[in-house]
Nanobody, 112 residues
Framework: QVQLVESGGGLVQPGGSLRLTCAAS????????MGWYRRAPGKQRELVAQ???????TYADSVKGRFTISRDNAKNTVYLQMNSLKPEDTAVYYC??????WGQGTQVTVSS
C-alpha cells in the first residue's frame, strides 16, 4: 500500500508563503485522488484541497485563491502551495491518498 511522507511545514509570518510536499511510495501513485487536510487545535480535521488522478481540483472555501494543490506523477509527489497565510491557517497538515492512507502530518504555524 502507498506510504506518504510530508515535509515543508514551519513557522511563517502572516502574509507569508509555504510549500508543503508529500512524497508517496509503495503504490501506483497516479491512480489515487490525493488531498491535503488539516487539524487545528480543538477542531476536527477538515479538507483543504484535493486533486483527482485526472487533475481536477477542489478547495475549501477558506483557502480558495490562496492555496494551490498540484501533483507530479513522475515524481510520485503532491504539493500544496500556500500564499497569503493567515493565523487561522495554523494547523497540522496531513497528506491523504483517498480514501484511507495518511501521512504523519507536518505543523504549519502562522504567527508574528
Amino acid at each position: 500500500q502507498v506510504q506518504l511522507v510530508e515535509s515543508g511545514g514551519g513557522l511563517v509570518q502572516p502574509g507569508g508563503s509555504l510549500r508543503l510536499t508529500c512524497a508517496a511510495s509503495g503504490g501506483i501513485f497516479s491512480i489515487y485522488t490525493m488531498g491535503w487536510y488539516r487539524r487545528a487545535p480543538g477542531k476536527q480535521r477538515e479538507l483543504v484541497a484535493q486533486i483527482a488522478s485526472g487533475g481536477t481540483t477542489t478547495y475549501a472555501d477558506s483557502v480558495k485563491g490562496r492555496f494551490t494543490i498540484s501533483r507530479d506523477n513522475a515524481k510520485n509527489t503532491v504539493y500544496l502551495q500556500m500564499n497569503s497565510l493567515k493565523p487561522e491557517d495554523t494547523a497540522v497538515y496531513y497528506c491523504n491518498a483517498w480514501p484511507s492512507r495518511w501521512g504523519q502530518g507536518t505543523q504549519v504555524t502562522v504567527s508574528s
